[in-house]
């Protein structure tokens, strides 16, 4: 399974890595960032297959895909 971390400390809440996932796995929340942004979320973890379009993509570079062990 794969773990999908979002830091709250730089994610400015573009969703990029929304419209990008080819799998659907994140969705928009109601979590802020701490600036104060809407931020997304990774829903279906079970869906991504590590592609980390998303890592490479997000331009705050806040994204982590990484297996959970």
Avoid: Q, W
């Amino acid at each position: 399974m794969l773990k999908i971390i979002i830091d709250d400390k730089y994610c400015k809440g573009c969703m990029i890595c929304f419209n990008a996932c080819p799998k659907d796995v994140f969705k928009p929340s109601d979590s802020r960032s701490k600036l104060g942004a809407l931020m997304p979320e990774a829903k279906n973890h079970e869906k991504c297959i590590d592609c980390k379009i998303c890592e490479r993509l997000c331009p705050e570079m806040c994204i982590s895909v990484n297996k959970d062990e």
